[in-house]
């Protein structure tokens, strides 16, 4: 069965520093894996995801993932955190076969002071 | 376009009443997904719908749920004899199909139970 660990269920950065949320994957196939961000009262917004390709994703607003299989991580970054980046971020797996359900993690909530 | 939108977006019901919650996908997608958001058990798949398949209930957690597709398009998912703990934000999502990765998520349908 495939599951996604998040580490941190909060992150606190100051505005201007480098934004590290983790997320580490457990599955048997190749999986797809995806950053969702969730702002207060919304739904879930797709940030990037990655689907074989390169294995340094760029998403919007700025953000990146890099697929490590080694490390089976898809650790999401951005060099330097705005305020609007304050927010819940989830990663997810699916599987390449069959419908595709995704699977969350527990979620990081990200805060960002001045 | 038009994203994937749900209705009611916020509900308060007494326990043992029966709720429908309404999702509308993206035009042309014919995948459709519900998901629950809930402080205790995170983001869980509830159910999903691929074109006139039958749907894969495997998230379902009692009986007491279910949901319908009509014409391929509008979703309705029925909770009956509601209970406290069904307290939830559930979260409808749709994509173009099968072998297709990327969910798009509406604003969801937040549950309260009395």
């Known amino acids: 069965a495939q599951s996604v660990t998040q580490l941190g269920s909060h992150v606190s950065v100051s505005e201007g520093a480098l934004v590290l949320l983790r997320c580490n994957y457990s599955s048997s196939v190749p999986p797809y894996l995806f950053w969702y961000v969730q702002y207060p009262n919304q739904g879930l917004q797709l940030l990037l995801k990655?689907?074989?390709?390169?294995?340094l994703v760029k998403g919007i607003n700025g953000f990146e993932a890099e697929f490590k299989k080694s490390e089976t991580s898809f650790h999401l970054t951005k060099p330097s955190a705005h305020m609007s980046d304050a927010a819940e971020y989830f990663c997810a797996v699916s599987d390449r076969e069959g419908f595709q359900k995704l699977v969350f993690g527990t979620g990081t909530r990200l805060l960002v002071s001045p | 376009g038009a994203g994937v939108s749900q209705s009611p977006s916020n509900k308060v019901t007494e326990k043992g009443k029966d709720v429908e919650l309404r999702c509308d996908p993206i035009s042309g997608h014919t995948a459709l997904y519900w998901y629950r958001q809930s402080l205790g058990q995170g983001l869980e798949f509830l159910i999903y719908f691929q074109g006139n398949s039958a749907p894969d209930k495997s998230g379902l957690p009692s009986d007491r749920f279910s949901a319908e597709r009509t014409g391929g398009s509008v979703s309705t998912l029925t909770i009956q004899r509601t209970q406290q703990e069904d307290s939830a934000v559930y979260l409808c999502?749709?994509?173009?199909?099968?072998?297709?990765?990327?969910?798009?998520f509406g604003p969801g349908t937040r549950l309260l139970v009395l």
């Open positions: 990655y689907t074989s390709a390169a294995t």
């Open positions: 999502a749709s994509s173009l199909g099968q072998g297709s990765e990327t969910q798009y």
